[in-house]
């Protein structure tokens, strides 16, 4: 099914070099894993990072239905901090399918992902990237 750019920024939070790409492809979500993988560094982060973070508040209507609105301060504190640690070790915004858990429930997520190497992240993240859109999509 193709779909064009604008959609495709919907899913993808933003338009990107990735987005122009994947928007060639007749059935572009089955193709944006291997799009994805085939990016140079610096346009696989452009990707990653137009997601917003955890724990941010200016987010898209799409993310907030996603992350909810759980505003425990210390869950916050806690989210920046590891969203900061996890960027200075890899290079790139965390990226997790949320799936409406409660943001308490990805500390451990992330914490657990900080332990693995750049090479593990590059693969999980452009997983849940695509896991998301498709979501998004089915919606």
Request: proline share 3%; no cysteine; glycine share 2%.
């Amino acid at each position: 099914m193709k779909l064009t750019v604008e959609e495709l920024s919907r899913l993808f939070e933003g338009r990107s070099k990735f987005v122009d790409r994947l928007a060639q492809y007749d059935d572009p979500l089955r193709r944006a894993r291997e799009v994805l993988r085939s990016l140079a560094d610096e346009e696989l982060r452009e990707a990653l990072n137009a997601h917003p973070r955890i724990g941010d508040r200016s987010v898209s209507a799409a993310s907030v239905a996603e992350q909810g609105t759980q505003e425990d301060q210390s869950i916050i504190a806690e989210l920046n901090r590891l969203n900061r640690a996890y960027e200075s070790k890899f290079g790139f915004r965390f990226v997790v399918f949320v799936n409406r858990r409660p943001r308490s429930q990805i500390i451990p997520v992330l914490r657990e992902r900080l332990a693995r190497t750049r090479e593990q992240e590059v693969a999980t993240a452009i997983d849940e990237l695509v896991a998301i859109a498709e979501d998004r999509h089915r919606k």
